[in-house]
């Protein structure tokens, strides 16, 4: 995706006018306004005015430093600090930050006509500008887009380059971003914060609330001829935040940390393994990944393409594709026997290769090492440690990657 990007000075070239929008969504000051996050019922000050933005002026980007102006009441600027209080005290990354910004967006402004969608988008804009985020506001003359500074790609999202940074275009809470049907954007001066803070999608702990377990899940597979059963107890909170979560790279999810599931999990399959080969752990834990679940594409199972399943979502989902279950297991294998994988590609299909010394039929080279071809994914259980799949005989496996 393209876009034409001029700066545009707002505050040198037009006369603030604060009489040009008047607020529709009023909640009385003095009374306090609450909404639902996850488990938790949060409460927070109401705003006198709220401020909006119809683009449908004969000066939209008055209007836009109009609803500037209004953001940067007292009143507005503490219903900042109370969210940024929030996200210290229930432990919040950016993304869940974010998602909680977007969650009194929609209560403050209720429904799904554009000017409601566009004033979602510029209060999370404000509030996470003042936040202390490096976010940047762009308009094609009416829609603004919301883009935040960040050093990771993500999929299904909208990119730019401002100034030198990689910018990621962030909607309401679990919707993908959408083009602009390559209309030329503007950059606003609005809030700019070069040295701000840069967007980390990363999940790098697991906040205290999301890690008590109030469900149960079990996943019956088959090994060796024989019939086994996990029962794993999970937080439904975290899988729900998982579900809305932008899609992250491979590498990423294998760096999460455990879950109270993913730790009963890892528990269970390592003793069932115990005092097994090296050999005959990795061929049980390809039963595993083979029989635990159901055989869908994501367009089958979810109607989208190429959404990745992390290791975590894994253990609460009736259905998974190939690449599910590639990442799976190499997460098994690194975790449980501590050995090196890396993950391979063939034109509709991914599998891995697994670091294991000896000689084994289908072997790839990548480095200093040679891995060994395992196919996790089935649905059928007979193939052997270094035998692939009669459609991907005749050709080569990429290296993901590489």
Not at 155 to 170: D, E, H, I, K, T
Not at 287 to 299: E, I, V
Not at 315 to 331: G, P, Q, T, V
């Amino acid at each position: 995706m393209k876009y034409r990007l001029a700066i545009l000075m707002l505050g040198l070239l037009i006369q603030l006018n604060c009489s040009k929008v008047e607020g529709k969504h009023k909640n009385d000051s003095s009374h306090s306004f609450t909404i639902s996050y996850f488990q938790s019922r949060l409460t927070f000050q109401g705003l006198g005015i709220v401020p909006i933005y119809n683009g449908k002026t004969d000066s939209p980007f008055a209007d836009l430093y109009t609803y500037y102006y209004k953001t940067r009441s007292e009143e507005f600027e503490k219903l900042t600090s109370e969210l940024l209080a929030v996200k210290d005290s229930l432990q919040l990354n950016d993304w869940m930050f974010f998602s909680l910004v977007s969650s009194v967006s929609n209560y403050l402004y209720v429904g799904t006509a554009d000017s409601n969608v566009w004033n979602k988008e510029l209060f999370n804009w404000a509030i996470m500008s003042q936040s202390g985020y490096n976010v940047h506001l762009l308009t094609d003359g009416a829609k603004p887009y919301i883009y935040f500074a960040t050093n990771q790609l993500v999929y299904n999202m909208n990119y730019v380059q401002l100034q030198g940074q990689l910018c990621v275009q962030l909607r309401e809470t679990g919707k993908l971003s959408q083009s602009n049907g390559n209309k030329s954007l503007l950059q606003t001066a609005l809030y700019q914060n070069p040295d701000g803070k840069i967007f980390d999608f990363n999940l790098n702990y697991i906040p205290y609330w999301l890690n008590y377990p109030n469900r149960l899940t079990n996943i019956n597979f088959e090994a060796n001829n024989l019939a086994f059963s996990i029962s794993l107890a999970y937080n439904h909170n975290w899988y729900e935040l998982l579900s809305n979560y932008p899609r992250l790279t491979w590498d990423t999810y294998l760096r999460l940390p455990n879950s109270e599931p993913t730790t009963q999990l890892l528990s269970q399959l390592e003793s069932q393994i115990k005092g097994m080969s090296l050999e005959k752990k990795i061929r049980f834990l390809l039963s595993f990944t083979r029989t635990g679940w159901n055989y869908k594409s994501d367009q089958e199972a979810m109607n989208i393409d190429n959404w990745l399943l992390s290791p975590d979502e894994m253990l609460i989902a009736k259905n998974s594709d190939c690449e599910d279950r590639s990442l799976m297991f190499l997460y098994l294998c690194k975790k449980i026997l501590n050995v090196d994988g890396i993950l391979l590609t063939y034109p509709d299909h991914m599998t891995v290769g697994i670091y294991i010394p000896g000689k084994y039929k289908n072997q790839i080279k990548s480095g200093d090492k040679i891995y060994t071809i395992c196919e996790p994914t089935g649905p059928q259980d007979f193939l052997e440690i270094g035998e692939v799949a009669p459609a991907q005989r005749r050709v080569l496996a990429q290296i993901l990657g590489e």
